[in-house]
């Protein structure tokens, strides 16, 4: 399944410099950063599990990846994914794998295809006390650049309910029209952007 998480709309303005209003930086020396992205690794697998049961699970009763998956995909391709962490704590990431096809198949669920140019964007999550403060439209922004600055990759595509087609439009992903995956009685639309150029993204909301 690869169902985005509902998105927090408003984007926030990111302080990597301290958790602390108006502490310096070097107060913070041997302390965790209070703000960092950095690719996941299977060691995250259960992190990332648990904000997508309590975002999807609960929700529409389906996960987009499960535990298994996670491993698989973290594993295999590390590098295609993006977490945000504070203070140690996962509190939001993208999940993505390489693709070979022009659209969206039901095997594109599961598999990474270490030949193609594309990657599928399978879940982007928010931690639920974190949502509506803009975190998931930074960590697209984030993301976006990250893939930019992989020769490889082309281009993202990914598949959202109709309601979060709008919020995708706003990174640059264009409709593509309905996909061909059905996940019982949920139809999704099929949305895609280049990621050429994206390498020298800069954004106010921090990125």
Avoid at 3 to 21: C, H, K, N, V, W
């Amino acid at each position: 399944m690869s169902t985005q998480s509902p998105p927090d709309l408003e984007p926030e303005a990111l302080d990597l410099r301290s958790g602390i209003p108006g502490a310096p930086s070097h107060q913070r020396r041997h302390t965790l950063p209070a703000s960092e992205f950095r690719c996941l690794t299977p060691e995250d697998a259960a992190s990332v599990f648990e904000i997508e049961r309590e975002a999807f699970i609960s929700v529409l009763g389906i996960c987009p990846l499960y535990l298994d998956e996670v491993k698989y995909f973290l594993t295999l391709c590390p590098e295609l994914s993006l977490g945000w962490f504070q203070e140690g704590r996962l509190v939001a990431f993208i999940i993505g794998s390489l693709w070979d096809q022009e659209r969206l198949t039901q095997e594109s669920l599961t598999l990474h295809r270490p030949g193609g140019h594309t990657v599928h964007l399978h879940v982007l999550a928010v931690h639920h006390a974190c949502q509506r403060q803009g975190k998931g439209s930074t960590l697209m922004w984030r993301y976006l650049h990250h893939l930019g600055s992989q020769p490889a990759v082309h281009r993202a595509v990914l598949m959202c309910e109709d309601r979060l087609v709008p919020f995708y439009q706003r990174f640059g992903f264009s409709l593509m029209g309905p996909c061909a995956i059905t996940l019982g009685s949920l139809t999704f639309m099929e949305l895609q952007c280049s990621t050429q150029g994206n390498g020298s993204l800069r954004r106010n909301s921090g990125c």
